[in-house]
């Protein structure tokens, strides 16, 4: 009787800890639902803005790698950092002004694959893990769009759409959580061991889609610190071939983040454990 007891408590703490959580989470999103979209899509952009502006300040070290790794020529290597830049910036000023932005993720899906066979990084766990959450913040866009796309046609039946839109959103944030897996160190140390158990915790929660929205804006919150703290590439001298790796993983990391906060925004979507709840 005294375990029950403790268990009844413990469990009724728990409820309340995060009804409370629940609270703060809609607080949040009342007072920042109109600008967090733009937000979201202003970080999700961040990376391949960032890399397209990097082709025309580094030009000559890209053209000489790709010349050097591939014995393309100086042509063909040329042509490559060309596409590449305008491409990505192209695409990025497409999905801010919301000018065919399908056609945009298609054109930066195609970069991230593109990169990852060019700059072989297909075999790096790391670099892998990191696109592949690159992708699920795109697909997350998708998913927005096809949700404009429903509301601007009220009344017309929208099943299909309905059910693309929710399997989109179900990929995407799975994919997304990838990120977190190139985060963890698994050292037997009494934090690594917290740190370990809260991420998993977490990111079961947004495949799930349990109470995705406070685990969304959680791992934001996390991923935000440790992107600042990990990544403070402006700490480092100009002249540090290091600045660059960090530099590169900062903006990969805020385009993660902004694919979470497409999911704060969104929501989870209809192939969800919150959507099933709210059926009964």
């Known amino acids: 009787k005294i375990k029950r007891k403790r268990n009844r408590k413990g469990l009724m703490a728990y409820q309340q800890v995060v009804s409370q959580a629940d609270d703060v989470a809609d607080s949040v999103l009342r007072r920042s639902k109109h600008y967090l979209p733009h937000l979201a899509r202003i970080c999700l952009i961040a990376t391949f803005l960032e890399d397209g502006l990097r082709m025309w300040f580094q030009w000559n070290e890209q053209r000489d790698y790709l010349d050097l790794t591939w014995r393309c020529g100086p042509v063909l290597a040329t042509l490559f ?35 990852s066979m060019v700059y072989t990084v297909l075999w790096d766990a790391k670099f892998f893990f990191r696109n592949i959450a ?35 959103q179900l990929v995407g944030r799975v994919l997304v959580v990838f990120m977190f897996m190139t985060l963890f160190s698994f050292e037997f140390s009494p934090l690594r061991l917290v740190e370990l158990a809260v991420g998993t915790v977490l990111m079961l929660a947004m495949v799930i889609g349990f109470k995705t929205k ?16 990990l990544n403070s590439f402006w700490m480092v001298p100009y002249n540090r071939i290091m600045r660059d790796f960090l530099k590169y993983d900062f903006f ?7 694919g979470l906060l497409l999911v704060v925004a969104l929501g989870p979507g209809g192939v969800s454990y919150d959507a099933h709840k709210k059926k009964f």
């Open 214 to 229: 406070l685990a969304a804006l959680v791992l934001v919150a996390w991923l935000t610190t440790l992107n600042f703290v």
């Open 134 to 168: 690159l992708c699920g913040g795109l697909l997350l866009l998708l998913a927005e769009i096809s949700g404009e796309v429903k509301t601007m046609f009220a009344g017309v039946p929208t099943g299909d759409t309905n059910k693309k839109q929710s399997y989109m």
């Open 252 to 258: 990969q990391t805020l385009s993660v983040i902004g």
């Open 81 to 115: 950092v060309v596409v590449n830049m305008v491409v990505q910036i192209i695409g990025c000023f497409m999905v801010l002004l919301r000018k065919y932005v399908h056609v945009a993720v298609g054109m930066l899906f195609a970069i991230i694959v593109i990169q």
